[in-house]
Nanobody
C-alpha cells in the first residue's frame, strides 16, 4: 500500500499560480504511472494530469496551464498550476496505483 500526502493548496486570485505537492511513502523510481485528479462540488472526480514514465498528458481544460512533474530522488509528484481560473476550484488528489491521498483544497476567487 502506498501512502500519499498532498499539500500546497489554498486560496488564490484568478490568474495566479499554485504548486501542489504529493509526498509518496516509498520510492517512486520504478513507478511508471502517476496522476492528479480533482473534484469540484457536485461534480465527478476527473483526471487532470498524468505522467507515464516521462510522457505527460493533460485534460483539455488545463492544457497549457498545468504541468505535472516528478522527483524520483525525493519521492515527490508535483502539479504546477498557472493562470488559474475560478473553474479550477476543487479538491485535488494524487493517485498512484489504487491509492489516493486525502486531497488538498484549491480555491480560485477574487
Amino acid at each position: 500500500q502506498v501512502q500519499l500526502v498532498e499539500s500546497g493548496g489554498g486560496l488564490v486570485q484568478p490568474g495566479g499560480s499554485l504548486r501542489l505537492s504529493c509526498a509518496v511513502s516509498r520510492s517512486i523510481f520504478n513507478i511508471y504511472f502517476m496522476s492528479w485528479y480533482r473534484q469540484a462540488p457536485g461534480k465527478q472526480r476527473e483526471l487532470v494530469a498524468a505522467i507515464t514514465g516521462v510522457t505527460t498528458t493533460y485534460a483539455d481544460s488545463v492544457k497549457g496551464r498545468f504541468t505535472i512533474s516528478r522527483d524520483n530522488a525525493k519521492n515527490m509528484v508535483y502539479l504546477q498550476m498557472n493562470s488559474l481560473k475560478p473553474e479550477d476550484t476543487a479538491v485535488y488528489y494524487c493517485k498512484i496505483y489504487d491509492s489516493w491521498g486525502q486531497g488538498t483544497q484549491v480555491t480560485v476567487s477574487s
